[in-house]
């Protein structure tokens, strides 16, 4: 079955906080081959959206930020869905808005509770940059980084 759309977890399968010795918070930067991963979805016509724990203001900038606002067809905060990322209807909520059916959307999460709502909810799951056992045994996919599977033709 064809892909058609995809929903990102923001915070983690696409940004991750970058330390930068001090103690500081940092902020979040783009996984590396991220931007290239989501053009080629896009070449596909794949339709994508964002999902964030962030309030919105925050969740565009940092899309604005790293150059990633063109490929999504919207953003979803938590606060917007009314409910937590740990409620399936998080994810039930973007799906319309991408206009495809359940069984050709893949959820992109890094998060174990992304992974575990997405799946509960009955999408198809992709663990991005994990390293925790359990997402390897939640996920239909595995992407230890976009670069490696770039660089593999996703196979």
């Not at 995809?6 to 940004?15: M, P, Q």
């Not at 069984?103 to 992974?115: D, K, R, T």
Request: glycine letters at 10%.
């Amino acid at each position: 079955m064809r892909l058609q759309c995809a929903i990102f977890e923001l915070d983690g399968a696409l940004l991750t906080p970058a330390g930068d010795g001090s103690g500081s918070p940092a902020e979040p930067q783009l996984r590396p081959g991220a931007e290239k991963f989501l053009s080629l979805l896009k070449m596909e016509d794949v339709w994508m959206y964002a999902v964030s724990p962030a309030d919105r203001t925050v969740a565009e900038a940092a899309l604005r930020r790293t150059g990633l606002s063109g490929y999504f067809r919207g953003l979803m905060t938590y606060a917007e869905a009314g409910c937590g990322g740990e409620d399936p209807a998080l994810y039930e909520k973007c799906r319309p808005r991408l206009r495809c059916a359940k069984p050709q959307c893949v959820v992109f999460a890094s998060s174990l509770s992304g992974l575990r709502t997405a799946k509960q909810a009955g999408f198809r799951v992709a663990a991005v940059c994990s390293e925790q056992p359990e997402a390897g045994r939640l996920a239909d996919y595995e992407i230890s980084s976009y670069e490696e599977w770039l660089s593999s033709d996703g196979e």
